[in-house]
């Protein structure tokens, strides 16, 4: 229908980015843009963890696309991996209100993230990024658990490889990456499962 609204699932993407720090880029769809959130220890599925979220300038949809080396000197130059994607819902029933008045309820429908979240604003560009509790509340490391692209399973210093990264990028792309050998890396054991994760998680 013409002027239908909310038929179209939004976009939603966590773009893991090893710049001048590491960081994730939070990412949700509205009006046409990304609005954009940088989350220096990545989004938490435990619930009592309340996350720093600085909010950026909205990105272009065409950037959720993008995975590969920033090159130095440029803004952002370093490492990005597509960390998690999916769509999103709002739960607040009027998005623009929301984030001006600072309270925007929502739900993720990722490959790693799921569920119920919040981004709470505590002043100017400063948020916190919230799990609700629900069935997909979890203690797990998400981070860690689940380091690899979910578009290409590569690592970070594997995007930076493939891409021809300065020598120091590349450095710092696998500083990024867990300690642990990836799974899917050609000389790992399978790694154990967390003690954390759930014996059987809901799709
Ligand atoms: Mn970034």
Redesign the pocket.
Known sequence: MPGSRGARPLAFVV?K?R?GHL?Y?FRLEHEGVMLSW?VPKGPAPDPSVKRLAMQ?EPHPLDYNLFEGVIPEGEY?GGT?MIWDRGTWKPESDDVDRALARGDLKFRLHGKKLHGSWVLVRTRDRTWLLIKHRDEFASTEDLTVTKPLSVVSRRTLAGIARAAGASARQLEQAAGADPPRPARGAATAAEPAPSRLARAARPR
């Open positions: 773009q980015h710049a960081h880029d940088a950026t952002g990005v």
